[in-house]
């Protein structure tokens, strides 16, 4: 659908514990959230997200670049982010 962003809202953006992604979702579709390291590996896998936003946590995420799709059946919506350490 050509009026719906194809953008997604991510803060804080670098994030320490976990960060927000927000995007337009007012069909309700089903998505999949697929975070990739820098080299492309596919880090972690978050599904059945039916709202317009996803949290991401930290979890066993090292610090670093990820790339992330944001995917439903009928599109994909890519972003990046950026995982810091704080001693």
């Known amino acids: 659908n050509d009026s719906l962003s194809s953008k997604l809202h991510i803060y804080p953006n670098p994030f320490t514990n976990s960060t927000i992604i927000e995007f337009d979702n007012d069909e309700e579709d ?3 959230l697929i975070v990739y390291d820098i080299i492309g590996s596919k880090v972690r896998i978050i599904d059945g997200i039916s709202t317009n936003m996803v949290v991401l946590e930290k ?7 990820y790339l992330l799709e944001l ?3 009928s599109r994909s919506i890519f972003g990046k982010v950026s995982l ?3 001693e």
């Open 30 to 32: 089903m998505y999949e």
């Open 59 to 65: 979890g066993n995420l090292n610090p670093g670049v």
């Open 71 to 73: 995917r439903s059946d």
């Open 84 to 86: 810091i350490f704080f």
